[in-house]
């Protein structure tokens, strides 16, 4: 139950956030809006309020507001409609969802810097055979505070770190041991890894695992605010070279895309580990749903924008009859997709279990 909460409040704030944006660009420009709709088919609750009906309905896998005017069928000329309004004013109100979902990602990231997060300390809680940091005598409980004369207090940072002397034959590691300082040379072992895009990569290793000390690390508004930017902009930049990377087939849909019900399976362990855990996700999340919401596909928000660009370019908009053969091929392959990642995320989540049914 928890974890049904926790999936739908999630989807509920990103829904909310980027059909808000629509919504509030429209009102702004002077479009009226007909519904503010949290979910599809049947409605469940429902409100009319100055002229516009705001309602909750059964399927919460979506949202959307219905603006007056919005498609050429519909459309009579009055100045309060979709399509009375400029391109540019009309790309405002569109662009506006994926913005305040970026909004929203960038003030998740920096609660969470403000508010502190947990991070693995330097103490070794495991050692790997074949490995230098072994051989050399390091034990299970070492804190290690320096890496050639570097100070280092996190887990991530010191693998960085090491990662980095890939060329180099041995590191020296400062320790403390039973409140005893030493130093310790060890071999560094050059191996080859993949990253989150498939990439490969030489990095040098130690053979070293994380115990499960945590410490809770905060950073001050300002330096909070530009770790938050960077993390932004790090994550979409990382996203983008993962849809080139699926383009061009160097990366697996399959292994790098997840679905509603992937989704559902993280939001219920995010859930279980804590608020900022669970605010994290969110914020990756709504970011994610910008950058895929400004693909340039038909049906999409990125689909709409470059259609505009392509009538302020002809000074007109495209027919009637083109327009629905473009939106029809964008339906047909976004439900494509998303057959295959559900398909992929069953596979992926219950594989194992299917293949005992079977047997």
């Known amino acids: 139950m928890v974890s049904l909460l926790a999936f739908l409040f999630v989807l509920g704030i990103l829904i909310i956030v980027h059909e808000f944006g629509h919504f509030i660009a429209a009102k702004k420009i002077g479009v009226r809006v007909e519904k503010f709709s949290l979910g599809f088919g049947a409605r469940i609750i429902g409100k009319v309020k100055n002229n516009t009906e705001y309602s909750i309905n059964l399927i919460p896998l979506g949202g959307y507001v219905k603006l007056a005017g919005d498609n050429q069928e519909e459309y009579k000329g009055a100045p309060d409609e979709y399509l009375s309004k400029t391109p540019k004013e009309r790309a405002k109100i569109i662009f ?27 103490k070794v809680g495991g050692l790997l055979e074949g490995y230098g940091a072994k051989n050399a005598g390091i034990q299970v409980g070492d804190k290690i505070v320096a890496v050639d004369g570097k100070k280092v207090e996190f887990f991530e940072d010191m693998q960085k770190m090491i990662w980095e002397k890939k060329n180099a034959q041995v590191v020296k590691l400062s320790i403390i041991r039973n409140n005893r300082d030493f130093s310790i040379d060890v071999n560094i072992k050059e191996e080859k890894l993949d990253d989150p895009l498939g990439r490969r990569h030489s990095v040098g ?25 960077n993390k932004t902009w790090s994550l979409t930049a990382l996203t983008y070279l993962g849809f080139w990377r699926i383009i061009t087939g160097h990366l697996s849909v399959q292994e790098s895309i997840t679905g509603p019900l992937g989704i559902f399976y993280i939001t219920s362990q995010a859930a279980h580990l804590g608020v900022i855990a669970l605010l994290h996700l969110l914020a990756i999340l709504s970011v994610s749903l910008a950058i895929f919401n400004l693909l340039p596909l038909p049906i999409l928000d990125g689909g709409h924008i470059m259609f505009l660009i392509i009538e302020k370019i002809r000074g007109k908009s495209l027919s009637l009859k083109i327009e629905r053969i473009i939106t029809q091929i964008g339906m047909s392959v976004l439900l494509s997709l998303v057959l295959l990642v559900t398909y992929n995320d069953i596979v992926r989540l219950f594989g194992d279990r299917i293949s005992k049914l079977v047997k």
């Open 96 to 122: 506006m969802g994926p913005l305040l979902n970026y909004a929203l990602g960038l003030i998740c990231f920096w609660l969470i810097f403000v508010a502190g997060y947990p991070t693995l300390t330097t």
């Open 205 to 229: 290793l130690i053979g070293i695992t994380p115990a499960d000390e945590l410490i809770r690390v905060k950073h001050g508004f300002f330096e909070s605010s530009l770790l938050a930017i």
